[in-house]
């Protein structure tokens, strides 16, 4: 195959920043501001003809109702020594809870059928953090499986809460294909944006499989142009993308891209850079038939012409 292409959005709202939220959290990330950035990247996906995987935080997607119903499974958790929803509780007690619930963002993302719904957790707990059990991640996991009951979704790949992957074995217990893998081990912000001047960056190879999970590829992070990042011109963003994806067609590897929607919120031009981005995959479909899949898709495919060991 002439290279693969994958993109894929961890969707969170506040829970992916459920230990550290601001007042800069509270006033960017809305409900009205989430939906207006799953729009807009859905309208550019369509355009471009490529399909996603949405990876939800499922606590992410409930109804004011049904959150009511879940309230035995968002209880407090203690990670690393502080419980995980202390900011939950006092936006529950304001009676504020505008961006941590978003049920329109996943129907959204399902009335276009190209698109992958896939698991990001139930409320986000990483799971490598002091304090989280093996029992708290069945618990995670089960959770977020009774709300894709609830929702009619298969689930069939997983993204771990802040990439820390751990537990995968309960994973197969139920029903998924396949997980993305953790990118290296960061080293401070500084380092990760010296590795955005990497003009030469490669694709990554195809994993082996182990106990029936298709690792799939971890990827790299888009440029979200905020803060500091926004110091990075926007041609080296492209030029590192424009490598990978070369990379990949003449190597047959994998191109995975990942981000956050909300990225775009506070972020706007993260927009334009991938805008950029899915452009270059375009024309690399286009001239050497790049594949453009799911999350999903590739583990199908991996599970049927399984790569060497």
């Avoid at 304001?94 to 996943?106: I, K, Q, S």
């Avoid at 030469?200 to 500091?228: C, H, M």
């Avoid at 011109?233 to 956050?260: E, F, G, S, Y």
Wanted: hydrophobic share 40%.
């Amino acid at each position: 195959m002439p290279g693969t292409f994958i993109i894929s959005f961890d969707c969170e709202g506040k829970w992916g920043m459920a230990d550290r939220i601001t007042a800069h959290h509270d006033r960017v990330i809305t409900r009205e501001a989430l939906i207006a950035a799953y729009g807009k990247i859905l309208a550019l996906l369509t355009a471009r003809e490529i399909p996603a995987s949405f990876a939800f935080v499922m606590a992410f997607v409930l109804t004011d109702d049904e959150r009511r119903d879940f309230g035995p499974e968002l209880s407090d958790i203690t990670v690393n020594g502080d419980n995980w929803l202390r900011h939950y509780r006092a936006a529950e007690l304001r009676g504020n809870l505008d961006g941590w619930f978003c049920p329109e963002a996943l129907e959204l993302v399902r009335r276009s059928a190209q698109h992958e719904v896939a698991c990001h957790g139930f409320r986000h707990v990483p799971l490598s953090e002091p304090g989280v059990s093996r029992t708290d991640a069945e618990a995670e996991i089960s959770s977020a499986a009774k709300v894709a009951q609830l929702k009619g979704i298969n689930l069939a790949t997983f993204v771990f809460p802040r990439n820390q992957v751990r537990h995968v074995e309960v994973l197969r217990a139920y029903g998924y294909c396949g997980y993305r893998t953790a990118p290296p081990t960061r080293r401070g912000r500084l380092s990760a944006m010296l590795r955005e001047f990497h003009l030469r960056q490669k694709a990554q190879d195809r994993l082996a499989i182990t106990d029936e999970l298709v690792a799939i590829p971890a990827g790299y992070f888009l440029n979200w142009r905020s803060g500091p990042r926004r110091l990075i011109p926007k041609w080296v963003t492209a030029a590192r993308w424009r490598a990978i994806i070369n990379d990949a067609v003449n190597n047959d590897r994998v191109a995975h891209v990942w981000l956050h929607p909300h990225n775009i919120i506070d972020g706007p031009e993260t927009f334009d850079v991938l805008d950029r981005l899915l452009m270059e995959v375009v024309s690399a479909r286009r001239r050497s038939g790049m594949q453009t899949i799911t999350q999903a898709t590739y583990c199908q495919q991996a599970l049927c012409n399984p790569p060497q060991c």
